[in-house]
């Protein structure tokens, strides 16, 4: 059997790591960029940072700012006729996971107009060109888009959020400044780190995974149960530490694959706008637990990951729910809500939700096969 890893060609981290954007353009020899983000990031100056660079060397762009978290369809289509009136050469993405997916959607359809529709991109489509090139400067220590083959689009009118994967899609450069990351209020970062321990957990125990994958995947594991609580609390050692670990868990769940807890989360950011890291943040624990006799030793190494004494020696059951009980006391601690009505889910729902969540390719990779009434068992319980 082939394994196949997508990464970036090229990646720099570390604080101020931003300032090397102006010469790899001139190396690559783009000549003009549009650059991607959102509002919120160019009011508070740090898309400005980046575009500060570009205006310090003389390096034309436009700045297409108009994503939405969760991004819509629309959104897409916005980029796309914005990189063809500013007639650019190279995609910078300045933001989360909103703008990344975007400029990914963008990049993607530019260069393969045949998807112009955006809801022909769902899951593994098949086209047949790269993207424009594409420098990723995430501002968030959570999805890892820099570094991942997805992308993850809502559609309004149909209420789902649909996931794509193409290797096209892989931007050429990632930039993992944590200084870009700083300005984010402790909620923010408390819910991408989620999502980030999430992807690791996920990817470790997802169907697909397999000895490089685990390495990826348990070195962020054991980064984030470290560093996430002083991360949301400011401190700049951890907050580096963070940026690198979700970096890490993306360069193995983009190869691999997640599960259950994405494919429950898509229907809750879709239906109620919910934050896609506090929906993760609420589903961990839950679906670790589900699928904890399922995972052979992996819980274990989770356990061990999160400091619990003894937990190569105690029995597996043991070892499984302290490993379940460790996420769900980080979760706690860190202030993320615990129930899906704290986002706005209701019982009335619960059907729909699961019948998305059973649908979405994310579930796929799930350790345990879960059926549509399992899945809405887990949506009840979290009421
Ligand atoms: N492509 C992938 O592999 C992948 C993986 C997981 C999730 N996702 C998707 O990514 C999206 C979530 O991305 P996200 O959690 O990074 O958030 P986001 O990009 O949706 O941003 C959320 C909010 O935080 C603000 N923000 C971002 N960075 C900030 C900063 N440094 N300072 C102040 N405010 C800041 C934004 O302006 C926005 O208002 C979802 O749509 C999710 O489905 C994609
Ligand atoms: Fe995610």
Same mark, same amino acid.
């Given at each position: 059997?082939?394994?196949?890893?997508?990464?970036?060609?090229?990646?720099?981290?570390?604080?101020?790591?931003?300032?090397?954007?102006?010469?790899?353009?001139?190396?690559?020899?783009?000549?003009?960029?549009?650059?991607?983000?959102?509002?919120?990031?160019?009011?508070?100056?740090?898309?400005?940072?980046?575009?500060?660079?570009?205006?310090?060397?003389?390096?034309?762009?436009?700045?297409?700012?108009?994503?939405?978290?969760?991004?819509?369809?629309?959104?897409?289509?916005?980029?796309?006729?914005?990189?063809?009136? $500013?007639?650019?050469?190279?995609?910078?993405?300045?933001?989360?996971?909103?703008p990344q997916d975007t400029c990914k959607a963008v990049g993607i359809?530019?260069?393969?107009?045949?998807?112009?529709?955006?809801?022909?991109?769902?899951?593994?489509?098949?086209?047949?060109?790269?993207?424009?090139?594409?420098?990723?400067?995430?501002?968030?220590?959570?999805? $890892?888009?820099?570094?991942?083959?997805?992308?993850?689009?809502?559609?309004?009118?149909?209420?789902?959020?649909?996931?794509?994967?193409?290797?096209?899609?892989?931007?050429?450069?990632?930039?993992?400044?944590p200084e870009m990351m700083s300005s984010a209020p402790r909620a923010?970062?408390?819910?991408?780190?989620?999502?980030?321990?999430?992807?690791?957990?996920?990817?470790?125990?997802?169907?697909?995974?397999?000895?490089?994958?685990?390495?990826?995947?348990?070195?962020?594991?054991?980064?984030?149960?470290?560093?996430?609580?002083?991360? $949301?609390?400011?401190?700049?050692?951890?907050?580096?530490?963070?940026?690198?670990?979700?970096y890490v868990a993306g360069m193995g769940y983009s190869n691999v694959?997640?599960?259950?807890?994405?494919?429950?989360?898509?229907?809750?950011?879709?239906?109620?706008?919910?934050?896609?890291?506090?929906?993760?943040?609420?589903?961990?624990?839950?679906?670790?637990?589900?699928?904890?006799?399922?995972?052979?030793?992996?819980?274990?190494?989770?356990?061990?990951?999160?400091?619990?004494?003894?937990?190569?020696?105690?029995?597996?059951?043991?070892?499984?729910?302290?490993?379940?009980?460790?996420?769900?006391?980080?979760?706690?601690?860190?202030?993320?809500?615990?129930?899906?009505? $704290?986002?706005?889910?209701?019982?009335?729902?619960?059907?729909?939700?699961?019948?998305?969540?059973?649908?979405?390719?994310?579930?796929?990779?799930?350790?345990?096969?879960?059926?549509?009434?399992?899945?809405?068992?887990?949506?009840?319980?979290?009421?």
């Amino acid at each position: 059997m082939a394994q196949r890893m997508i990464w970036n060609q090229t990646a720099y981290f570390g604080a101020g790591s931003i300032t090397v954007i102006p010469e790899e353009l001139a190396r690559r020899g783009f000549t003009k960029a549009l650059v991607v983000s959102d509002k919120v990031l160019v009011e508070t100056g740090v898309t400005g940072r980046v575009t500060a660079l570009l205006d310090g060397v003389g390096f034309p762009y436009e700045v297409y700012s108009d994503v939405l978290p969760n991004p819509p369809i629309e959104n897409v289509q916005a980029g796309v006729a914005a990189f063809e009136a $500013a007639g650019a050469d190279v995609l910078i993405a300045v933001g989360g996971g909103s703008p990344q997916d975007t400029c990914k959607a963008v990049g993607i359809i530019v260069a393969n107009p045949e998807f112009a529709d955006v809801r022909s991109l769902e899951g593994g489509a098949a086209t047949k060109n790269p993207s424009v090139p594409i420098i990723a400067v995430p501002t968030t220590a959570g999805t $890892a888009s820099e570094t991942t083959i997805n992308y993850v689009i809502t559609d309004v009118e149909r209420q789902r959020k649909f996931v794509c994967f193409d290797p096209h899609d892989i931007p050429v450069m990632a930039v993992v400044d944590p200084e870009m990351m700083s300005s984010a209020p402790r909620a923010l970062k408390v819910a991408t780190g989620l999502d980030a321990l999430t992807h690791a957990i996920e990817g470790y125990t997802t169907a697909g995974a397999w000895e490089l994958s685990d390495l990826f995947h348990l070195k962020a594991i054991q980064v984030i149960a470290a560093s996430l609580r002083d991360a $949301a609390d400011g401190d700049p050692a951890a907050a580096e530490h963070m940026a690198l670990a979700q970096y890490v868990a993306g360069m193995g769940y983009s190869n691999v694959g997640l599960g259950l807890v994405h494919a429950m989360a898509h229907p809750l950011g879709a239906f109620y706008s919910a934050p896609h890291g506090v929906a993760n943040g609420i589903l961990l624990a839950p679906v670790m637990a589900f699928n904890a006799a399922s995972t052979g030793e992996k819980l274990r190494d989770v356990a061990a990951a999160f400091g619990v004494e003894g937990a190569h020696t105690m029995p597996l059951e043991e070892a499984r729910a302290a490993a379940v009980e460790a996420v769900a006391a980080l979760t706690r601690d860190l202030g993320n809500p615990t129930s899906i009505t $704290a986002v706005g889910a209701t019982e009335a729902d619960v059907p729909a939700l699961a019948k998305a969540a059973f649908e979405d390719v994310c579930a796929g990779g799930n350790p345990r096969p879960a059926s549509v009434a399992e899945i809405e068992e887990l949506f009840r319980s979290l009421l």
